[in-house]
C-alpha cells in the first residue's frame, strides 16, 4: 500500500466517522429536544393542575364550613327535641295528677 493509497484510506475512515458521529449527534438531539408545543402543552397542564388544586381547597374548605354548620343546626336541634320531649313527659305527669284529682272528686 502506497503512501497515497493510505491518505486515502485514512481519509475516507475519518469521513465515515464523522459522518456516524455526525447522525449519531442528530438522532439523540431528535429524541431527545422537546418541542415549543410540547413545553406550551406542559405550560397548559400544569397552569390547569394549579386551579384544580385551588378549587379543590375551596371545595374542601366549604364542606368544613357546611359540615360544621349542621353539626351545630343538629345539636341544636336535639337540644330543642330534649326540651320537647322534657315538656311532654311534665304534661303527660299533669294530665295524669288533674286525671286522678277528678277521680278522686267524682268518688269522693
Known amino acids: 500500500m502506497s503512501r497515497i493509497e493510505f ?5 475516507i475512515i475519518l469521513f465515515v466517522a464523522f459522518c456516524l458521529g455526525w447522525f449519531a449527534n442528530w438522532i ?10 410540547d413545553v406550551a402543552q406542559l405550560d397548559r397542564m400544569s397552569q390547569e393542575l394549579h386551579e384544580a388544586e385551588e378549587t379543590r381547597d375551596q371545595a374542601i374548605t366549604y364542606l368544613q364550613q357546611r359540615e360544621a354548620e349542621l353539626t351545630n343546626q343538629l345539636a341544636q336541634t336535639e337540644a330543642e327535641l330534649r ?13 295524669e295528677e288533674l286525671r286522678a284529682r277528678i277521680d278522686r272528686q267524682h268518688v269522693g
Not at 491518505?7 to 481519509?11: D, E, Q, S
Not at 438531539?29 to 418541542?35: M, P, S
Not at 326540651?83 to 294530665?95: N, P, S, Y
Open 28 to 37: 439523540v438531539n431528535r429524541f431527545t429536544r422537546v418541542a415549543a408545543d
Open 7 to 11: 491518505v486515502i484510506a485514512t481519509a
Open 83 to 95: 326540651a320537647a320531649m322534657d315538656g311532654l313527659r311534665d304534661a303527660r305527669q299533669e294530665a
